[in-house]
């Protein structure tokens, strides 16, 4: 009876352990599954920050070489023998001039003071010297 007894005492302790063993490797496959779920959307956010940095760098860069090619514009001779005239209209060649140079660009002007435009590199605007209403 004692043996009985020790048989059956033996038998649940091993269930409880079996029982233990299996939540705890469950607990374990459902961990393992979150970190590998949170590593793949950490990788995947490094990714979106990588692609977007790199667009920026892309676009800085751009901007970078048209701000120089616009101040460099600017400083030429004939823009500023145009301003120091107070004849903006003069320009217009140049900046027909300058602007294929830069395809991306849809035009190119030069404002006044009261931020008038008074000289445009862009077809299709009335400061143009071919323009015409359509």
Do not use: N
């Not at 616009?70 to 001779?77: D, F, K, N, P």
């Not at 035009?107 to 931020?115: F, P, T």
């Not at 299709?124 to 015409?132: F, I, N, S, V």
């Amino acid at each position: 009876m004692f043996v009985m007894h020790l048989l059956r005492r033996a038998s649940r302790a091993g269930h409880r352990l079996a029982t233990r063993l299996v939540a705890l490797l469950r607990g374990g496959t459902v961990g393992r599954l979150l970190i590998d779920r949170a590593r793949q959307a950490l990788r995947d956010d490094i990714l979106h920050f990588a692609a977007a940095d790199l667009a920026i760098s892309v676009a800085a860069g751009y901007m970078f070489g048209v701000e120089r090619d616009a101040r460099a514009l600017a400083g030429s001779s004939k823009l500023r023998t145009a301003a120091g005239r107070g004849d903006l209209p003069l320009t217009t060649p140049e900046l027909e001039r300058w602007l294929p140079q830069h395809p991306d660009l849809i035009g190119v002007g030069i404002a006044d003071l009261a931020g008038v435009t008074r000289a445009t590199g862009a077809w299709g605007c009335a400061l143009h010297p071919t323009w015409t209403p359509g």
